[in-house]
């Protein structure tokens, strides 16, 4: 992201002559950022997509700074809009994304010594590609069995594979009697088929899933839970 001829130099003596300020090198800024989503993992991108939410560090990366003033103005604008819904005035910043759509991320940065002036702002953003995130819409389903029975395949009750980008979710379990047994609040977690620290009998149960996507779309799930014990892979459910 650097360009030498994008941004906007003002000085008091055009040509320098004899000039004790002039610089060899002018100061330059080199924004990046890195993110990490629901898997926990980052990564270092200028155009990023992922699911909600969507952890970013920002940094300017600011070079030939010494002896320069400096000020920094970070704006993140969602697409389709002309103002910015965040503004941060630091040199690195964070935030974290919980809205589903396309983000548009732009340092603006000035640097002054003296009577010099080096900005970067709606001139030199005007050739270069805004930072980017895009946060997917959101998705959950719940399965209707599991089976707990020690061989590490669907020992959990937990949503499919595939949620992405929810930002509430909490998930209660019943019996056929309305006692809880077990709630969760993070999408990846689940039930293993116990209460009290002990194996609950063979049977059907009850889920009540409320969540909330980065799109705004809210999830009210309820439906049974068949624990099945005796299955196994490749067998049929047996008692």
Known sequence: MKSILSYIITSACALFAGNAMAQDAWPNINPTAFFSSSDGEEEESTQFSGSAPVKGRFLAQPENTDGWSATYEWRFTMEGEESPYLTRYEENTECTFTQAGSHAIVCYALFIQGNDTVSFTDEYWADMQPIRVTVSESRLEMPNAFSPNGDNINDIYKAKDGWQSLVEFHATIFNRWGQKIYEWSDP???????????????????????????DGRKYNIRRDVNLLRGYTEGQGATE
């Open 188 to 214: 990846a977690g689940g039930w293993d088929g116990t209460f009290n620290g002990r194996d609950v009998k063979q049977g059907v149960y009850y889920v009540l899933v409320k969540a909330k996507g980065a």
